[in-house]
């Protein structure tokens, strides 16, 4: 809010959002903007962007999917937007990692479903693997009309505020598409790079895709293509061979052994019980797992449990 000595229009009138398309003028189409980017909490990022949208669309609630991205890594950003899309409600996706802000890299808007939500962004991969999933894009346009963004504070190096956040705002309002810039060829968007698992003779070369907060880390790996596979299953982490035990719940996963689980997102994990497999076997993301069938008899180890406390 303004200082209480401060006159009501206290922002300069040159970095106010523009009006066009306001929610007197038209009627509102979608009342959420869907908010991810790697700005953190520390910075007044976040916050800015809210009141922009608020401040063009004032009906539009904003759900923050996560800001924790780590800076400049467009491949996890796109990997939780991909996580997320099919939960999120219909509306507009703002994303923004953006390590290109203000280069040729073009800042886009995708339709997706014939209308049915638009991904804000920059066009740097970020948004592909979600637009992918969804059933691709319909239509996609070039954010280039003065009339729906920011005139810039200082340097070009804010398009979540200036560019991606008015977009987004105005598509709540109802404003067409092809009002904020001219439309491009879906084809020519740049793609999402992602790392895919192959089977080498009798084993499943597979990648760490993603560590999340509690140390499970999430692989390339369909469960489906486990199906070739014995039950009894081998597992090699940085040269080191494992014994690996499929099980439906982490608390399922014996002490000592390498769990395979289905997570949340419908692909295989590997897991510990009631730890960090991340810390427990040395796991990153980007990290190579190996996963191949054990023949019947091979030595497993003895996994012997051991309760501390007080002698009786």
């Known amino acids: 809010m303004p200082p209480p000595s401060a006159p009501a229009s206290w922002a300069p009138s040159d970095h106010r959002p523009d009006r066009t398309g306001s929610v007197a003028s038209v009627n509102p189409r979608f009342d959420t903007v869907s908010f991810l980017s790697d700005f953190g909490h520390g910075d007044e990022f976040v916050g800015v962007v809210h009141s922009v949208i608020r401040s063009i669309a004032p009906h539009a609630a904003v759900i923050d999917v996560t800001h924790g991205i780590a800076p400049h890594d467009t491949r996890a950003g796109g990997l939780a937007l991909a996580r997320a899309a099919n939960y999120l409600c219909p509306g507009v996706v703002v994303a923004v990692v953006d390590p290109g802000v203000g280069t040729a890299r073009r800042p886009i808007a995708i339709e997706v479903g014939d209308g049915a939500s638009y991904l804000v962004g920059p ?12 059933g691709g894009a319909t239509r996609a346009v070039e954010l280039t009309s003065a009339d729906h963004r920011l005139d810039a504070a200082g340097g070009s190096t804010f398009d979540g505020r200036d560019v991606f ?8 309002n109802g404003v067409p598409l092809t009002d ?5 060829d879906p084809a020519g968007l740049m793609p999402g790079i992602l790392p895919v698992s192959q089977v080498e003779g009798e084993t499943l070369v597979c990648e760490v895709l993603w560590v999340d907060r509690f140390g499970n880390c999430q692989l390339n790996v369909d469960p489906l293509e486990l199906a070739a596979f014995g039950e009894l299953l081998g597992v090699t982490i940085g040269g080191d061979d494992r014994v690996g035990v499929r099980a439906d719940a982490y608390d399922d996963i ?20 009631r730890t960090s497999a991340a810390a427990e076997f040395g796991l990153g993301e980007g990290d190579e797992v190996r996963i191949s069938t054990l023949a019947e008899g091979t030595n497993q180890g003895v996994v012997t449990p051991v309760e501390l406390g007080r002698r009786p």
């Open 180 to 184: 904020l810039g001219p439309e491009i």
């Open 165 to 172: 956040a008015p977009a987004a705002a105005h598509l709540c």
């Open 254 to 273: 014996p002490t000592g052994r390498v769990g395979l689980v289905v997570d949340s997102s419908g692909l295989l994990s590997v897991a510990a019980a």
């Open 123 to 134: 066009d740097n991969g970020l948004l592909a693997p979600a637009v992918g999933l969804v």
